[in-house]
């Protein structure tokens, strides 16, 4: 263990507000986390750094600068990589460029780029994603730009060549890279080391700044307090210190040609006081010089499909009737119809499963790729869900979807619940109930709620789940055993009274990805005698007030807890390798703190489903949905394959 790592620090509680604040600190390199740039892009960043990135006039003059110096034409297709809150992009939109991408790691800056660009009826596609991994196609880009010192954040500087190459990748041959970042030189020998500042008439910030071990980062702190609130931020964040030199070796060593600087910018704020890292910055332009990618790896043909779906032949417990009834059948219609509506691909579909080996096994020289849409499991059977993508492991056929390990994790609510925790991902209070236990033994806090551990689609999860006594919890309990077995676990969860709210995520974290936006359940119009749950009968049981009242809305949360969500929500993606596309379900306890209840991998894709009621809020209808899963399977198996890429197309909406 390395000792520095072991030093007790000065944490302090502020007292107005309760936030963890450090004291004085000797060496601010020993605070940094490498991963600070997934933390710091949020409302907070708008409101210190508003006198340059909010301030239109000075987007529309640096816009103006960048555009003389790139001469290109309005239908260039230019893409604004690290775009943030889409300020130059939107700029460009409004000064009539026609095929502007944005993309940003930050999923509230790029929420609120679209916000803005509905609000002004421009037209900027505008995606979350990593600029390590771009999940665009080869050749693609005339322009691709780097703008307001939005490079040289990563722990090394074989993170930022990445950047470069990928740039390189998805530009057209002849194409132009423009960067504007610190001038490395300058700020080196000009930085202030201490300073404070007004934002506005009730916040202040005092930032820190001292040059890390190697000279070649610049490492700030910020502590931003409100005047009645007291201390709301105390965060950390370092930037590589590039100058013309080391610029012109790392451009060069790419690939790139005709590399010319266009002298600084110097930035006028209205605030006019601590500038920082946007002080004085190097304008630098690149052109790639390269052959267009071989017609083979461009693949812009019909790519052959196959859907995987449940089996109407076989009975399904889940659903009421235990078979599949006309409401099913007119699902699967709208979800042919949507896929129907998408270019470039042939879709088959497949749903008898006893023979599904061997129908595959005779199409898999033919089959591009496989959609599994096959939540209900093998035979129908939720526990063998994941035999669909192990016996397509086993013909070696790519999938869409999480693969048979997240599925088994998954399926298995109790093991999730001690995954989280590890993370230190909050969790509902709960305990496990065996087939021999005795509930009237157990030292239990009213209400809970019992579930099935094992389960999908709600099943077992009713208004008479939830018990307000031990008799009732024991009924309750009787009832799941009646349905399930009196052999399988369950699981008893502390009934927390906040909002119940879901977060959907396609891609793949850490890398591309786009987190929908989260809905909560508007339990207001349900009689006051109804436990407010979202369970099995507001699925699947039309003739239930739950099924008539219930409605999923745009979730309406502070900040700061939507913000610790979405990254507890990306961290235990990554870490369970849901893979494409997934949704999970969370609630507020008293105090407004969100716990986890579960993860669905492969979650429901049904066209009055979670995720699509989530895309339907900004505008995504439900053919779009699948467009971006589909990207996502695409993308993931480009970055995965050791030979030519599979080449994407680019979705637009």
């Known amino acids: 263990m390395n000792k520095r790592n072991t030093k007790v620090l000065s944490v302090k509680k502020n007292g107005k507000n309760g936030n963890s604040v450090l004291g004085p600190v000797a060496n601010l390199e020993l605070h940094l986390q490498p991963d600070w740039w997934r933390r710091i892009f949020n409302s907070m960043y708008l409101k210190t750094d508003a006198d340059v990135v909010e301030d239109k006039i000075i987007t529309k003059s640096e816009v103006g600068l960048f555009s003389s110096i790139l001469q290109a034409s309005k239908d260039s297709v230019i893409l604004d990589l690290a775009c943030g809150q889409g300020r130059h992009s939107l700029e460009l939109a409004r000064q009539g460029y026609s095929k502007v991408f944005g993309l940003d790691r930050s999923h509230y800056l790029i929420r609120k780029a679209k916000s803005i660009m509905q609000q002004e009826g421009l037209k900027v596609n505008f995606k979350e994603g990593d600029a390590r991994k771009l999940p665009f196609e080869t050749d693609m880009f005339d322009v691709v730009m780097i703008l307001g010192n939005s490079f040289g954040y990563f722990e090394s500087t074989e993170d930022d060549v990445k950047i470069l190459k990928e740039v390189y990748r998805i530009l057209k041959p002849g194409g132009i890279f423009l960067i504007d970042v610190a001038d490395g030189a300058y700020l080196k020998k000009n930085y202030l080391p201490r300073s404070w500042e007004w934002i506005d008439k009730k916040h202040f910030v005092c930032r820190e700044r001292s040059l890390a071990k190697d000279n070649e980062r610049l490492i700030s702190r910020e502590v931003i307090t409100h005047v009645e609130k007291g201390v709301l931020v105390d965060q950390f964040y370092a930037e590589r210190l590039y100058n013309r030199d080391i610029l012109n070796e790392m451009f060069s060593e790419v690939g790139y040609e005709n590399i010319s600087f266009h002298g600084s910018i110097e930035t006028n704020s209205l605030r006019n006081q601590d500038l920082g890292m946007m002080e004085r910055r190097i304008i630098v332009t690149a052109q790639v010089n390269k052959d267009w ?18 089996d109407p032949r076989r009975p399904d417990i889940i659903k009421p009737s235990s078979v599949f009834d006309e409401d099913d059948f007119l699902t699967i219609e709208r979800l042919k119809e949507a896929l129907g509506q998408l270019p470039g691909y042939r879709f088959s579909y497949l749903n008898a499963h006893h023979t599904f080996y061997n129908d595959l096994l005779k199409q898999k020289s033919k089959i591009d790729f496989v959609l599994n849409l096959c939540d209900e499991g093998f035979n129908n059977e939720a526990r063998k869900e994941l035999h669909v993508p192990a016996l397509l492991e086993m013909l070696d056929i790519p999938y869409s979807g999480s693969g048979p390990q997240c599925l088994a994790y998954c399926y298995d609510k109790s093991l999730i619940r001690g995954i989280a925790k590890e993370m230190g991902i909050p969790v509902a209070e709960a305990f496990f109930v065996k087939s021999d236990d005795n509930v009237f033994d157990l030292q239990i806090d009213f209400p809970v709620i019992a579930k099935p551990n094992f389960g999908d689609s709600s099943f077992g999860i009713t208004r008479e789940s939830v018990a307000n006594s031990i008799e009732e919890l024991n009924d309750a309990i009787l009832q799941i055993r009646q349905k399930f077995g009196y052999e399988n676990p369950i699981l008893v969860e502390e009934f927390l009274p906040g909002k119940e709210i879901s977060v959907g995520i396609i891609g793949n974290p850490p890398e591309s990805y786009t987190v929908l936006p989260i809905v909560e359940e508007d339990f207001s119009l349900l009689p006051p005698d109804l436990p407010k749950i ?120």
């Open 293 to 310: 990618a071989p017609e083979k790896a461009r693949r812009n043909g019909i790519k052959n499909v196959v859907v995987l779906l449940g």
């Open 534 to 653: 979202c369970g099995y009968e507001a699925k699947w049981m039309p003739e239930s007030p739950y099924f008539k009242l219930l409605r999923s809305i745009p979730a309406d949360l502070p900040d700061d807890v939507e913000k610790s969500i979405i990254e507890n929500c990306v961290k235990l993606s990554a870490r369970l390798e849901c893979r494409d596309y997934c949704r999970f379900d969370l609630r507020l306890d008293a105090n407004g703190v969100p716990k986890l209840l579960e993860v669905n991998p492969n979650p429901g894709w049904c066209w009055d489903g979670h995720l699509a009621k989530m895309a339907g809020i900004e505008g995504v209808s439900y053919s779009k949905v699948f467009d971006l899963i589909l990207m996502a399977i695409e993308q993931r198996m480009m970055q995965n394959k050791t030979e030519e890429p599979i080449i994407l197309r680019q979705l637009v909406y």
